[in-house]
């Protein structure tokens, strides 16, 4: 019994003395930490003081320096930029063209940079070149088509002979012949019963062609085919039917009928 107490005893004082010799070692270990910042604190301290003096002695011509080394690399890369800025040339703009036209000669104009010159391409060929005035407009006079679709186009060249991209290309038909119109009903000449009245105005033309009868819209279709309900008004009755290309082309035919 006296053992067992006496080796408890032991095993405690054991115990007892490896907890105080933990921490023996943690208070050196914090000391050192302590130390070594303070240290740290003090370098740089110490270096901030020899950095204000250098600055005091030399900071002003090396802070011009680093300025105008920074000015000079700005300028270099605003006159690549201004340079590059030069170089481009930008594409001339054409004034909006009808879709279709019924002549033969046009009119293209537009407006461009000063002192440039505009190159004019129908079709693909070049045709004029003309200069672009002091208030920056250009003009095309008499601008030759083929029969059909047309492809306008214009390059601006500047005086140091720099060409622009090709302009946005417009297209305008040129339609030289009238429209095709046919009238089914009725007949020229006719006489239709009162009781028949009002009556459908029916015929054909060129697709994409629009139809008036006594200067009101017909109905068309796809196909060219149209129609009109009309009132007839009592004794004799003129019909008269315009079909009106998108080139202004025209066809007309006038009908007269009679009621009884």
Excluded at 52 to 81: E, P
Excluded at 122 to 149: A, C, I, M, R, Y
Excluded at 171 to 188: F, R
Aim: aromatic share 6%; proline share 3%; no cysteine.
């Amino acid at each position: 019994m006296v053992e067992q107490q006496y080796r408890k005893l032991r095993v405690a004082s054991s115990n007892l003395a490896i907890g105080s010799q933990n921490n023996m070692a943690r208070s050196r270990i914090q000391r050192h930490l302590q130390e070594q910042g303070l240290r740290n604190i003090l370098l740089a301290i110490g270096g901030i003081i020899i950095i204000i003096i250098l600055m005091a002695t030399y900071g002003v011509n090396a802070l011009v320096n680093f300025s105008l080394l920074v000015t000079q690399r700005s300028s270099n890369d605003d006159v690549k930029s201004a340079k590059n800025d030069v170089a481009y040339v930008a594409p001339p703009v054409i004034n909006p063209l009808n879709e279709a036209t019924k002549s033969a000669q046009i009119t293209v104009n537009g407006y461009a940079g000063e002192k440039q010159t505009i190159k004019l391409y129908v079709n693909g060929k070049l045709t004029d070149k003309t200069e672009v005035k002091k208030n920056k407009q250009f003009t095309f006079n008499n601008v030759s088509l083929e029969k059909g679709n047309n492809e306008i186009k214009t390059k601006a060249i500047n005086s140091d002979k720099k060409e622009s991209d090709y302009s946005v290309i417009i297209n305008i038909n040129y339609i030289d012949k009238p429209p095709a119109l046919d009238v089914t009903y009725p007949q020229d000449g006719q006489t239709i019963s009162k009781g028949d009245s009002p009556i459908k105005v029916t015929g054909k033309t060129d697709p994409g062609v629009k139809v008036t009868v006594n200067d009101f819209w017909a109905i068309s279709q796809d196909d060219g085919s149209f129609s009109y309900t009309l009132s007839l008004s009592d004794g004799d009755n003129t019909i008269k039917i315009v079909a009106t290309d998108d080139a202004g082309n025209q066809t007309t035919k006038e009908l007269k009928v009679k009621t009884n």
